[in-house]
Every structure is written in C-alpha cells, then in structure tokens.
C-alpha cells in the first residue's frame, strides 16, 4: 500500500526576516524532530521568486510573500530535505529543480522540471554544487549589489552549545562547523570539500553565512568560513 501524500502542513514559524532587498528567510523546525531549519526566498530581477528549502507558511506570511514577488521555483538540496516538496509546489505552482547528482533519489520522491543546470540564469542567485559531497548538495549565492550571502543545506552548520542530548553527542554543538554527522555519511572528499569552502570564503562583498540548520553569521563571514574548512 502506498505512502499518503503529505498535505500542505503550516507547523509554528517565526517572522520573514528581510536582510536584503532580494533576500528574505524565515525560520521553523524540522517535521517530527526538535531541529531548526530555515527557508530561503530570492527575488530575481524580473520580479518572480526562488525559493530553497520549504516551508509551509501561515497566511500572513504567505500573502506577504505572494504580494512580493510570484513564485516561480523551488530548490532541493536532496532527497531527504524533500519532505515539504510536493505540497509547497502544488500550493506555489512552483517548478523543482535538485542537484544532478541525487536526481535518481529525488524523482522517485517528487516531480522534478530539472536540475540545477536548467535553472534560468540570473547573475543575482547562482546554485552550485557543493564538491566533495556525496549528494551534490547546492550552496545558494546570493548577490545583493555589492555584498553576497552563501546560503547552506547541510554542509554548513551553526549550532549553538545549549540543545537536545543528542544532538550534543553527534557533534552538532559548538558554533558554526561541518559536523560530524555530516562528514560520515554525505561527505565523499573531505579536501575537495576543505577547497570548495575556502574558495567560497573569497567571493569578493561575502557578507552573511546562511545555514538551513542553526544561527545565521552576519559579522566576519570570510574569517568563519576560512575556520570552519581549515578544522576539515
């Protein structure tokens, strides 16, 4: 017997935070587990939005979100941040697009229009596949006139000390890091990883780190990122 459709779930979310004419998130949980997670949306230049990561929003939210822009697509990082997809994109009329690298994975989920190579290209919202990880997962750059935000999935975390028990025992805590969990099961080359994150460090105006799990970094966002690739 099959699996049920998920529904379209609004579950408690706070406030869309608005760091850039361009860049707006807003932050909830993880259905079914004591973890923060967070929803990108970027507003391109011809007025339509891109969305990473999603999060049924209440209506408020919703209808701020809609009188902004329209909806136009949804990125996955990978299958399993999938859980969300199929209601957020019947609800949004939003196209899916994932990385190639887990596309098998994510099609046998959800209906895809593409990959990360068939989104319509913008030089203001760039996804690029993260090296060294198992499933290709994308790092959103986001370009605000002269500063850039680097928005996350997985491979970028910032936890602080205090949390569930065991979160603390896998690693999560401590402040921005790639986790433990993280480099034993999605990471496939620890220093193509190390290269990829210090690479990122140097994009010129990098302003904000903005991870789908943990505390966003607004202040000396190159210095953190160079600390967490060089503790790989």
């Not at 401590?174 to 496939?188: A, D, M, N, Y």
Request: hydrophobic share 45%.
């Amino acid at each position: 017997m099959s699996k049920p459709e998920r529904p379209w779930i609004v579950s408690p979310h706070g406030p869309l935070v608005k760091h850039e004419a361009n860049l707006w998130t807003v932050d909830g949980m993880v259905p079914g587990a004591p973890i923060p997670r967070r929803m990108a949306i970027v507003r391109r230049r011809d007025g339509t939005l891109v969305f990473y990561h999603p999060i049924p929003l209440a209506d408020a939210a919703l209808a701020e979100v809609l009188a902004w822009g329209k909806p136009a697509e949804l990125v996955v990082a990978h299958a399993s941040h999938g859980v969300d997809t199929l209601p957020f994109a019947r609800k949004l009329g939003v196209k899916v697009y994932g990385p190639r690298t887990d596309a098998v994975r994510m099609r046998a989920r959800f209906e895809m229009a593409g990959t990360l190579e068939d989104l319509p290209a913008d030089p203001e919202v760039i996804f690029q596949e993260v090296s060294g990880t198992k499933v290709g997962e994308p790092v959103e750059i986001v370009r605000s006139g002269d500063r850039t935000s680097l928005v996350f999935c997985d491979a970028f975390q910032n936890h602080g000390e205090d949390g569930p028990l065991f979160t603390r025992l896998l690693g999560f805590r401590g402040g921005p890091r790639v986790v433990p969990l993280f480099r034993l099961l999605f990471t496939r080359d620890k220093a193509a990883l190390k290269v990829d994150l210090l690479e990122l460090a140097d994009l010129p105006g990098l302003t904000r780190l903005i991870p789908c799990h943990g505390a966003i970094v607004d202040r000396d966002a190159p210095a953190v990122l160079r600390r967490v690739a060089l503790a790989l």
